[in-house]
């Protein structure tokens, strides 16, 4: 299973980001180790950052995507893709990957 969390940093000892469509990074796992680290290129600009990003983890191939919070479009974006996920605050990268 691929998992990708939003970031504040490039490590999973970093937090989770508050922000989905807009978080600085994705951490990409796959069975529960890091994999790759994505700077979110649609963090800066316009509108449509939820469906952009959701675009991008499916390129990815992840299953879920873990964050502090998502809107209403990214939520709906990652549905249309068949790619789940999971609210969750105040925590590390490392933490979520470990309750998940």
């Known amino acids: ?7 504040v940093g490039k490590d ?3 937090q989770i ?6 978080a600085p990074y994705y951490l ?6 890091l994999v790759k680290v994505i700077s979110n290129p649609f963090r800066i600009g316009g509108g449509g950052a939820g469906f952009g990003v ?7 191939g992840v299953d879920v ?13 990652l549905e ?6 999971k609210e969750m605050l105040n925590i590390t990268v490392k933490e979520a990957i470990e309750k998940l």
């Open 12 to 14: 999973e000892n970093s």
């Open 1 to 7: 299973m691929r998992v990708a969390v939003s970031s």
């Open 80 to 85: 249309s893709k068949g790619i789940k996920y």
């Open 65 to 77: 995507v873990i964050s502090g919070k998502f809107g209403g479009n990214m939520k709906g974006a």
């Open 17 to 22: 980001s508050m922000a989905g469509g807009r």
């Open 28 to 33: 990409i796992f796959e069975d529960g180790k």
């Open 54 to 60: 959701a675009e991008m983890l499916a390129d990815e």
